[in-house]
């Protein structure tokens, strides 16, 4: 079974200041990795996705991930953040072949003072 | 146009009551699903449809009962409300050909009193 662990639960910064956000998943085969974000009161949308190549993946809104594959790992990076990337963070993980069934984690607030 | 709507937003009643929730996609997709998110924001799945047929089915209680009337609707039926159903349902869809993105609706915020 596939399972997703997001690490950081409630993540407070200050504008400008730099986010990661870890995700480690655990699955045998080959997966698609996801980051998806909701903002207060709003559905959850996608912030970006990785299906193949390139392990590093750039995203909306100056989003970023890195898909580092020895350590199952999907971390979410931004490099200054702003008052409005203040949301919950899921990370997701879909085993590639068979049924497109989506785990996510446990979702991560972000907190942004300004 | 709302992609993926559901009724209603808000859905507030009574123990042991029934009551449905409805999902419908204008994308194109041939895959649905339900979640349901807690009152700490963990989102699970609970059923999906691809073209009408339950593929995935999580361990959920039997009052919970989906159905899909065409690969546009996907609708949820609860049974015996219970206060532990309390939580905001969340419709998805995806397809293959879309990459496999979810798009979610609105979502329905359930109270049970």
């Known amino acids: 079974a596939q399972s997703v662990s997001q690490h950081n639960h409630h993540v407070i910064l200050s504008e400008a200041a730099s986010l990661e956000l870890g995700c480690n998943y655990s699955?045998?085969?080959?997966?698609?990795l996801f980051w998806y974000v909701q903002y207060p009161g709003q559905h959850l949308q996608l912030l970006l996705k990785y299906f193949s190549g390139d392990p590093l993946v750039k995203g909306i809104k100056g989003f970023e991930a890195e898909f580092i594959k020895s350590k199952f790992s999907f971390n979410l990076r931004k490099p200054s953040v702003q008052w409005s990337d203040t949301a919950e963070y899921f990370c997701a993980v879909m085993n590639s072949g068979g049924y497109q069934k989506v785990t996510f984690g446990t979702g991560t607030k972000l907190q942004v003072i300004p | 146009d709302t992609a993926v709507s559901q009724t209603p937003k808000y859905l507030v009643t009574q123990m042991g009551n029934d009551k449905s929730i409805k999902c419908e996609q204008n994308l194109g997709h041939d895959t649905m699903y339900w979640y349901k998110q807690d009152s700490k924001k963990f989102l699970k799945i609970m059923f999906s449809?691809?073209?009408?047929?339950?593929?995935i089915n999580e361990t959920v209680p039997n009052r919970f009962s989906p159905k899909s009337p065409d690969k546009a609707h996907l609708n949820l039926h609860i049974n015996s409300l219970e206060l532990g159903d309390s939580a905001v349902y969340f419709c998805?869809?995806?397809?293959?050909?879309?990459?496999?993105?979810?798009?979610f609706g609105a979502g329905t915020r359930l109270s049970v009193l």
């Open positions: 998805a869809s995806s397809s293959r050909q879309g990459g496999d993105i979810q798009y």
């Open positions: 449809y691809n073209n009408k047929e339950l593929i």
């Open positions: 699955y045998g085969g080959t997966v698609n």
